[in-house]
């Protein structure tokens, strides 16, 4: 018999109240707790690490870059912790980088109180004023996935941030008088030069190592041997470039530009996260020996040297997010290709059964003569009519709803809404099927507060997970929904069965448009686009999909929502 528990007696509304525990988490959880920078805990976590983070970054340019006469240094790193910290936690980090900007410039450069606290205002608040408009540019896919996105991100990181933290600083640097026009512009070209380089060469790279930026068709792709030695020897081979003491060959100044062709082959063949951190390391290496006076660009040539380590780091950044993203959106495009091929080699057999059952049974019905059919009978074949009709209207729905969003035409508003109660009614709505299998259906929930999500999107989250745990738990198993709440309108929603279970293989196989496990488990009718609506309406949300499976120990189903976007 299938048994619902609910948390209290108003059927999840009480659990809202309960208080967050965190102990209760599992290893996941956590992580994703960590990440979703909701709640005060991880709040002050996400701004005490901002804030030191930027503060050494500071000392460790500053004082490197002053030793050999350059103030203010020709690429501050510090800008690219800003960015990262306002693409993943926004206007709640902003403490964080005040403080982190005012002990560099107050502490360090020593400058005056005022001053020191209206420069760390622009640092703090300019890069989060940048991220909130490319959130409205950007498309709804990741960032580096597509052409669009690299520009949301040049113009709005690279471009617009630092020309407002050096309008902030040059206004700050003058606000005691001495309005000289043409200093102030110096001044304000170098501050937008060192911002700009900064964030360009150091926040692509630290935003996808804190798994703020992964593609997923890169996510499961392995390091292999040839690409581990191909990223070793390019590794090997800036810092020995740029250690060497200076060669009185022209020539060898091009040298460096030549990385593009390793850097790109790494990044298409491996991973941009691969590929950007050899782009970081060659950038800040090169600026900090070209600084230093050693490397090639101290050859003779007429350009100055830190001028080329800049339009070194321009070519290489630019090179490496641009090939990747054209590819991706190639890459998808044939995707899409692929999936209308199988949507129709789909729908000719799984549409063609529905319709051929309610067809044959109508044919009865009406071809029967007389005497009428018995009562029984009649009931019968109506019984199998409709079981068709509705599984016909589930496969037409799923591929409208998969056309929908590839579309880029699903509608997707987001608001606070209470998880636990729509969870209850979406595990009523399974309840009889479950009923029939002898599957136990139950909700927990931890936490208190409201989910941030578009409610449509999430009843249907709820429910193509439901049923597939329902479908493959045999008799006696049982299915749970875990909502872990967060704060801030973030949290983790969790469907987990004890089902036959996928292998590796199978998991990949479910995961691709159409794609179902193969005969080594019970195949039941569907179109394979369940759990690849469910990834793509995560990706609407900003958030994250993830399962895990093992053959005889069933799934656990994992969605992640980020906090609700700032208000102000």
Same mark, same amino acid.
């Given at each position: 018999?299938?048994?619902?528990?609910?948390?209290?007696?108003?059927?999840?509304?009480?659990?809202?109240?309960?208080?967050?525990?965190?102990?209760?988490?599992?290893?996941?959880?956590?992580?994703?707790?960590?990440?979703?920078?909701?709640?005060?805990?991880? @709040?002050?976590?996400?701004?005490?690490?901002?804030?030191?983070?930027?503060?050494? *970054?500071?000392?460790?340019?500053?004082?490197?870059?002053?030793?050999?006469?350059?103030?203010?240094?020709?690429?501050?790193?510090?800008?690219?912790?800003?960015?990262?910290?306002?693409?993943?936690?926004?206007? =709640?980090?902003?403490?964080?980088?005040?403080?982190?900007?005012?002990?560099? /410039?107050?502490?360090?450069?020593?400058?005056?109180?005022?001053?020191?606290? *209206?420069?760390?205002?622009?640092?703090?608040?300019?890069?989060?004023?940048?991220?909130?408009?490319?959130?409205?540019?950007?498309?709804?896919?990741?960032?580096?996935?597509?052409?669009?996105?690299?520009?949301?991100?040049?113009?709005?990181?690279?471009?617009?941030?630092?020309?407002?933290?050096?309008?902030?600083?040059?206004?700050?640097?003058?606000?005691?008088?001495?309005?000289?026009?043409?200093?102030?512009? @110096?001044?304000?070209?170098?501050?937008?030069?060192?911002?700009?380089?900064?964030?360009?060469?150091?926040?692509?790279?630290?935003?996808?190592?804190?798994?703020?930026?992964?593609?997923?068709?890169?996510? !499961? =792709?392995?390091?292999?041997? +040839?690409?581990?030695?191909?990223?070793?020897?390019?590794?090997?081979?800036?810092?020995?470039?740029?250690?060497?003491?200076?060669?009185?060959?022209?020539?060898?100044?091009?040298?460096?530009?030549?990385?593009?062709?390793?850097?790109?082959?790494?990044?298409?063949?491996?991973?941009?996260?691969?590929?950007?951190?050899?782009?970081?390391?060659?950038?800040?290496?090169?600026?900090?020996?070209?600084?230093?006076?050693?490397?090639?660009?101290?050859?003779?040539?007429? $350009?100055?040297?830190?001028?080329?380590?800049?339009?070194?780091?321009?070519?290489?950044?630019?090179?490496?997010?641009?090939?990747?993203?054209?590819?991706?959106?190639?890459?998808?495009?044939?995707?899409?290709? @692929?999936?209308?091929?199988?949507?129709?080699?789909?729908?000719?057999?799984?549409? =063609?059964?529905?319709?051929?059952?309610?067809?044959?049974?109508?044919?009865?019905?009406?071809?029967?003569?007389?005497?009428?059919?018995?009562?029984?009978?009649?009931?019968?074949?109506?019984?199998?009519?409709?079981?068709?009709?509705?599984?016909?209207?589930?496969?037409?729905?799923?591929? *409208?709803?998969?056309?929908?969003?590839?579309?880029?035409?699903?509608?997707?508003?987001?608001?606070?809404?209470?998880?636990?109660?729509?969870?209850?009614?979406?595990?009523?709505?399974?309840?009889?099927?479950?009923?029939?299998?002898?599957?136990?259906?139950?909700?927990?929930?931890?936490?208190?507060?409201?989910?941030?999500?578009?409610?449509?999107?999430?009843?249907? $989250?709820?429910?193509?997970?439901?049923?597939?745990?329902?479908?493959?738990?045999?008799?006696?198993? #049982?299915?749970?929904?875990?909502?872990?709440?967060?704060?801030?309108?973030?949290?983790?929603?969790?469907?987990?069965?004890?089902?036959?279970?996928?292998?590796?293989?199978?998991?990949?196989?479910?995961? +691709?448009?159409?794609? +179902?496990?193969? #005969?080594?488990?019970?195949?039941?009718?569907?179109?394979?686009? !369940?759990? /690849?609506?469910?990834?793509?309406?995560?990706?609407?949300?900003?958030?994250?999909?993830?399962?895990?499976?093992?053959?005889?120990?069933?799934?656990?189903?994992?969605?992640?929502?980020?906090?609700?976007?700032?208000?102000?």
């Amino acid at each position: 018999m299938s048994t619902i528990s609910m948390p209290q007696a108003a059927a999840g509304l009480a659990a809202t109240q309960q208080r967050f525990n965190v102990a209760s988490l599992g290893a996941p959880q956590m992580a994703e707790w960590l990440r979703a920078a909701g709640g005060f805990m991880p @709040r002050l976590g996400g701004n005490l690490a901002a804030a030191i983070l930027y503060f050494l *970054l500071g000392l460790a340019v500053g004082k490197y870059f002053a030793a050999y006469g350059l103030f203010p240094a020709p690429i501050w790193l510090p800008s690219s912790v800003a960015v990262v910290a306002a693409m993943l936690g926004g206007w =709640r980090f902003f403490p964080g980088l005040f403080l982190g900007s005012f002990l560099i /410039n107050y502490g360090y450069f020593g400058s005056s109180l005022p001053v020191a606290a *209206l420069i760390s205002l622009t640092n703090a608040g300019g890069p989060i004023l940048a991220v909130q408009l490319m959130r409205r540019w950007r498309p709804q896919d990741r960032l580096f996935s597509s052409f669009t996105g690299v520009v949301a991100f040049i113009i709005c990181a690279v471009i617009l941030h630092p020309a407002i933290t050096a309008t902030g600083g040059t206004f700050a640097l003058n606000m005691h008088g001495g309005w000289n026009l043409t200093a102030m512009t @110096r001044t304000w070209v170098s501050w937008w030069l060192c911002d700009s380089g900064g964030t360009l060469a150091f926040a692509p790279c630290l935003l996808m190592w804190l798994g703020g930026e992964r593609s997923p068709d890169e996510a !499961g =792709r392995p390091f292999t041997r +040839q690409g581990r030695l191909v990223w070793i020897a390019v590794a090997i081979f800036v810092v020995g470039l740029f250690i060497a003491p200076p060669v009185p060959i022209a020539l060898f100044a091009t040298l460096p530009f030549l990385l593009v062709v390793p850097l790109s082959w790494i990044a298409l063949n491996t991973s941009l996260r691969a590929a950007y951190t050899l782009v970081s390391l060659a950038s800040v290496i090169a600026m900090a020996a070209t600084a230093a006076g050693q490397g090639p660009f101290h050859a003779p040539v007429t $350009i100055n040297p830190l001028q080329m380590a800049g339009e070194l780091i321009v070519l290489l950044t630019m090179t490496v997010l641009t090939i990747v993203a054209l590819f991706r959106e190639r890459r998808a495009a044939e995707a899409a290709n @692929r999936s209308k091929s199988m949507l129709l080699a789909t729908a000719s057999h799984d549409l =063609r059964t529905p319709l051929n059952a309610i067809l044959g049974f109508a044919d009865l019905m009406r071809l029967s003569g007389r005497p009428a059919l018995p009562p029984e009978k009649v009931h019968e074949y109506a019984n199998d009519i409709h079981a068709s009709g509705a599984l016909l209207l589930g496969l037409i729905d799923e591929i *409208l709803d998969h056309a929908k969003i590839e579309a880029g035409k699903r509608e997707n508003e987001p608001k606070l809404l209470n998880a636990p109660a729509i969870a209850t009614a979406c595990l009523e709505l399974l309840a009889s099927r479950a009923a029939a299998k002898n599957v136990a259906l139950s909700v927990k929930t931890l936490g208190a507060g409201a989910l941030h999500a578009d409610e449509l999107a999430l009843r249907q $989250i709820l429910l193509n997970l439901l049923s597939n745990a329902v479908k493959f738990t045999e008799a006696g198993g #049982s299915v749970e929904i875990r909502l872990s709440l967060l704060g801030d309108g973030a949290g983790i929603v969790e469907v987990t069965d004890t089902g036959i279970g996928m292998s590796e293989a199978e998991l990949e196989q479910v995961l +691709q448009p159409f794609g +179902q496990a193969g #005969s080594s488990r019970q195949r039941e009718s569907g179109t394979g686009l !369940g759990l /690849n609506i469910v990834v793509r309406l995560a990706e609407m949300h900003g958030g994250r999909f993830s399962i895990t499976s093992a053959p005889a120990k069933g799934t656990t189903v994992r969605v992640s929502f980020p906090v609700a976007p700032d208000v102000f």
